[in-house]
């Protein structure tokens, strides 16, 4: 695991691959009891929220965890900060990437100077992307992540870069050869894989929508409007009552699916959602 089909050290710090294994520094391959713990356990993976979220975990709350059939403890993922909650003695943030969210805790170190630019205490600010290197945790049926390193990000075409990197070593270890295909038995079914992104789709949307909210959703999408179309031009073109369409509108604003543009009893299809 330490090479994930050959790639290397990045631009971005996110470490791996034949020239660094993956490790941080400092990290402890032999177990406590004197036992050698596998090069896979100690590697650097990095990941998306969801797969934070989905992993399994075996033997409790002190169980390995492991993602793609594969062991893994120490990962490193970019995501936003959504909430600081500084403690005594370490930070929470809750850590979002688009896919989901996950509580990170960093450990306060008492003998170093604390930086104050956003929330007391923590170096960083809501609405911040930051880069986190940790290890995965569980305590109280609740998993969050150790946080050895964090760092802000300066650059967003990091934040595309991660994800283009975790879904590499995600289809590496699903559908590559060796380990992978042994771990993960892959079947190399590319539109039945949902683990690694959360399923936002129009397609997924409408099978489950209602039959006036999937009528309302076709006729937006062939009128392709950019300022949008009046609720009443709506209900008559569709066949619909207004009462019928509005309750349609209402459906597909709860999920995403059209915005208001002119005034409230406007809409128009929003795109790539």
Avoid: C
């Amino acid at each position: 695991m330490a090479s994930y089909g050959g790639y290397t050290r990045t631009n971005y710090g996110a470490g791996g691959g034949d020239d660094s294994g993956g490790f941080f520094g400092g990290s402890q391959i032999s177990g406590s009891q004197g036992g050698t713990k596998h090069p896979s356990e100690e590697s650097l993976r990095p990941v998306t929220v969801k797969q934070i979220i989905d992993a399994e975990q075996a033997f409790g709350s002190d169980g390995t965890f492991r993602i793609d059939g594969i062991d893994v403890s120490q990962v490193t993922f970019v995501g936003m900060v959504r909430q600081i909650s500084p403690q005594t003695t370490n930070i929470t943030y809750r850590l979002d990437d688009g896919t989901g969210v996950v509580e990170v805790k960093q450990w306060l170190d008492p003998d170093k100077q604390e930086t104050d630019t956003g929330v007391k205490g923590s170096a960083f600010r809501e609405e911040q992307y930051v880069r986190v290197w940790g290890r995965l945790k569980s305590f109280g049926n609740k998993r969050h992540v150790g946080a050895h390193v964090i760092k802000p990000i300066t650059d967003f075409n990091e934040v595309n870069y991660h994800l283009l990197e975790a879904t590499y070593v995600h289809l590496f270890f699903t559908r590559g050869g060796g380990i992978a295909g042994a771990g993960a038995g892959g079947d190399g079914n590319a539109a039945e894989d949902d683990s690694m992104f959360v399923e936002n789709n129009d397609a997924a949307f409408l099978r489950s929508a209602s039959a006036r909210a999937r009528k309302m959703y076709q006729y937006l999408n062939q009128s392709k409007s950019n300022e949008g179309t009046n609720i009443h031009i709506i209900a008559r073109d569709t066949g619909m009552t207004v009462q019928d369409a509005m309750t349609a509108a209402e459906e597909l604003l709860g999920n995403g699916k059209v915005y208001t543009t002119l005034d409230d009893e406007t809409f128009a299809l929003l795109e790539g959602f």
